[in-house]
């Protein structure tokens, strides 16, 4: 399995859940397919700015983390 792979950004967007926070999440979705936040229990995934700096920076590289939770954005 391929450790890294590079996928097009602009298939991504900052999607926000109902409970107030943040994940970067593939469009059409609905919060689906999260590389990045989309997790309640972090405070930081409440914060909008966070979550529009680490768009931005982003590559579009992710990262493979385990069968668990997959490809990811890598900080």
Not at 14 to 30: D, L
Request: aromatic share 18%; net charge negative.
């Amino acid at each position: 399995m391929n450790n890294k792979v590079t996928v097009n950004k602009l298939d991504y967007e900052i999607f926000q859940y109902s409970g107030g926070y943040y994940g970067i999440c593939k469009i059409g979705t609905n919060g689906g397919e999260c590389v990045f936040a989309g997790d309640s229990a972090w405070e930081e995934f409440y914060d909008l700015e966070l979550i529009k700096e680490v768009y931005n920076a982003w590559n579009s590289e992710l990262i493979y983390t385990g069968d668990k939770y997959g490809y990811k954005i890598e900080l």
